[in-house]
């Protein structure tokens, strides 16, 4: 197996990430056919601990998969994870990352990890991203109480962003993370405080994509899709646990419907209390998600959109190229099946570099 990722046909799909090159802002955006999850490999690259124990899954996800950074926020953010003086977390396993052995054979989890971050502007200084050579992406959040407070930070981003932009090798496509259900502010921000977002981050002349839930309204996705500035959506982001549907909690968090008194005194319940929820991804969100970009391109939405969440095989991949994805997003499965990345990532790339749009459903 390893002897196929070294070589084959996997070095066809590394001549073809090559040629993503250095990326300009255009009229249309050309995504390569992964995408890594914000924060799948930190914020530089340099992934976790544990990565150490699936490292080839780990390079390949590297290797043929667009970088995306954790998210940061322009200020410090302490949030529920300890960092070390690198950013890393200080626990192997942190306390805000909820999986058990039930859940990791049920293929979801929990997360409350709050956008812990040193500020936008610890990461510029460091450099690191100035250096990339590759087409990546910033994943941003903005996070204070109100709307013009919100507005005011936005416009503090940007300028931290020009002060710096000139000395990036490749200008970074922006994420802006809409939809993180670990924020005090809520987890939506108003289709109109979008767009007036989506208008402060202009001057950049970046590419913008748009994070949102698979939760949201489609005539609001359409409205900030239609907006000048941006470039595209990606979704879905995770889902606040208390919207996510009855039908995924029986069948992987159960005790929380059944609530026995045994029930009550499980640790996910602890967790789930103690937390607030905090967030839900896994492969039970494949269907909600696919259903939501098949609606979004039956409403109009012409734009890329990024599919992600809950493509745990290649079938995954398929169901979101059919639904009407420009490409997806596959960072969960390196925790719970890694061995199927690989096979995932050259089912993205046959269908999204080589099959014609027009066999699309």
Known sequence: MYTCVNGGIFTVLEQLNKEEGKMEKSHDMQLPPVILPSGTLGFFGEGYRWHKFIYPFVWL???????????VTVDKTVGNMSLKDDSSPKQMRPDCIFIDLKRWICGGMLNAIGLSNFGLQYYLRQGEWQKFTKQWA???????????????????????LLEHWNAFNVKPIIKLNGSCPNVKHGNKTSTAEQLEISDVFMPL???????????????????????????GLCVSNTFPFDEVPDWIKWKVFPEVIRQTEKDKQSKVIKWIKKYSGGGYSGKDMLP??????????????????????????????????????????????????????????????????WIPNKWRR
């Open 138 to 160: 910033l994943s941003i959040m903005l996070v204070r109480k109100t709307h013009p407070e919100r507005l005011l930070e936005a416009r503090q981003i940007v300028n931290l």
């Open 205 to 231: 002349n970046a590419h913008i994509i748009v994070k949102l839930n698979a939760l949201a309204d489609i005539d609001s996705a359409r409205e900030i899709a239609e907006h000048d500035a941006c470039s």
């Open 61 to 71: 996800a590297k290797k043929f998969a667009m970088f995306v950074a954790k998210t």
């Open 288 to 353: 909600i998600v696919v259903a939501w970009i098949a609606s979004a391109r039956q409403a109009g939405i012409t734009k890329p959109i990024v599919g992600g969440g809950g493509i745990f095989t290649p079938l995954g991949v398929w169901k979101m190229y059919r639904a009407g994805a420009s490409s997806v997003s596959i960072g969960t499965p390196l925790l719970f099946r890694p061995l199927v990345v690989p096979f995932s990532i050259l089912t993205a790339y046959v269908l999204f570099k």
